[in-house]
């Protein structure tokens, strides 16, 4: 009997356990012995395990970085749901209040585009929100007014054209002095501009001043330098107009792109991202700002003047000195202190009104009539009218004595050419004979 029960116990045996061993080796638990305590948190696979290892070979997962690794994604992933969540109910809250003011019948505008709506998101009170959204109000209701006035001048033109032709008198008129067209002067204007990018002499405007103006006061400088690029295009000589550090997709260039459209690209405007000491040559640059010690005395034609596009309510005093410090160049400033009585106040202008002293001073070389440019509000006039009446004799006989020194040398050299060419003519008479 007890031979019988061994020899069933063997065949069971054989059949059973060659099953559990593949089973548990399928399960990944194998009877090793631990012939140590191990202190890292590491997992020590058996060379018997991986089939293409070899016997000497083990495989360490470090358990502590994939756990830190999976909680970072974790906590990206939650960061990114909260944001989204935020930005959701930050931009519900924002329509909710633009409603209920325009419920209370506050001043707030019937279309917000996406950029006026990112803005107004950027707004850190209610009281710049309020103030921001009054603005665009105000600014719909005249470009309304404005578009309906034109639809009633185009109605009225139409009801006069329907007349005359109703009457017979739709013929062109007879004129004694020939009609100039507006195209005719934006070509001649547009004509200007290309010379002066070939031989005009350069002036620049720096753009360098992006992180010390916030969003009013850029569109403000904007406004201004277009402003002086239209004065520019309109005179007889213009400027060479450069717009240096001008980045490309920056907030300059943005609301550049946004004011003139289109446009942007027909301007005759040399734009680049480098800075002017890399254009131009650093001994003929001159840096134009209120804070120089040295003070304009003449303008000279063959400098490169640069004026600083900075525009600050609060008056940031040093900025555009240290700048130019900075790049180790001139610096100067116009005499205000000299020509006019100037009022309390710091002695800043425009970028439109620099342009327009500038201008007027290449042209005539005159500060009193480059100083009218100067707003009246600032100052309360010249420093002696006396004074001012010399200085315009003495710049009227400067002008004569000029005009009269070219002509006697136009004179002198027409005087010239006549002798030699009345040489010319006798030696052929003298050889013909």
């Not at 329907?162 to 005719?184: I, P, T």
């Not at 004065?231 to 907030?251: E, Q």
């Amino acid at each position: 009997m007890n031979i019988s029960n061994k020899h069933l116990f063997n065949i069971v045996r054989r059949l059973v356990f060659p099953l559990a061993a593949q089973d548990v080796i399928k399960r990944g638990s194998f009877f090793i012995k631990p012939c140590k305590v191990i202190t890292s948190r590491t997992f020590v696979l058996s060379p018997w395990l991986s089939k293409d290892s070899s016997s000497a070979s083990t495989e360490k997962l470090d358990l502590d970085g994939w756990k830190r690794v999976v909680r970072s994604v974790s906590q990206e992933e939650i960061s990114e749901k909260t944001s989204e969540n935020d930005g959701d109910s930050n931009l519900a809250a924002t329509r909710e209040l633009i409603e209920m003011w325009r419920l209370l019948g506050k001043a707030v505008p019937e279309h917000i585009s996406e950029e006026q709506f990112k803005i107004l998101m950027e707004c850190p009170t209610k009281t710049s929100k309020r103030k921001y959204l009054k603005f665009l109000a105000i600014k719909e209701g005249r470009k309304r007014a404005e578009k309906e006035k034109r639809e009633k001048q185009k109605q009225i033109r139409e009801e006069e054209i329907q007349k005359a032709k109703e009457n017979n008198d739709g013929e062109v008129k007879n004129r004694f002095f020939m009609h100039f067209w507006s195209k005719s002067e934006d070509a001649i204007v547009n004509w200007r501009a290309a010379q002066s990018m070939l031989f005009g002499q350069p002036l620049v405007f720096d753009m360098a001043y992006e992180s010390y103006m916030g969003r009013r006061e850029m569109e403000n400088a904007v406004k201004q330098i277009m402003e002086a690029e239209g004065v520019n295009r309109r005179t007889v000589d213009p400027f060479h107009l450069h717009y240096c550090n001008l980045k490309v997709d920056g907030p300059y260039h943005k609301v550049f792109i946004n004011r003139y459209g289109e446009a942007w690209d027909k301007l005759f405007v040399t734009t680049t991202e480098q800075s002017h000491v890399e254009v131009f040559p650093r001994d003929q640059l001159v840096y134009l700002t209120a804070d120089s010690p040295n003070v304009m005395e003449r303008f000279e034609h063959d400098k490169i003047y640069i004026i600083g596009s900075l525009v600050d309510k609060s008056i940031q005093t040093g900025v555009s000195l240290a700048q130019a410090k900075r790049l180790k160049l001139a610096t100067a400033r116009l005499p205000l202190d000299k020509y006019l009585q100037w009022e309390e106040g710091a002695k800043n202008l425009t970028l439109d009104q620099m342009l327009q002293i500038l201008m007027s001073l290449k042209d005539t070389g005159d500060w009193m009539k480059a100083l009218q440019f100067v707003p009246r509000r600032k100052h309360s006039g010249f420093v002696d009218p006396a004074f001012y009446l010399k200085h315009q004799v003495k710049t009227v006989k400067k002008m004569r004595m000029s005009d009269k020194t070219s002509g006697q040398e136009k004179a002198s050299n027409q005087s010239a050419r006549n002798s030699f060419r009345q040489q010319v003519q006798r030696k052929w008479w003298e050889d013909v004979s």
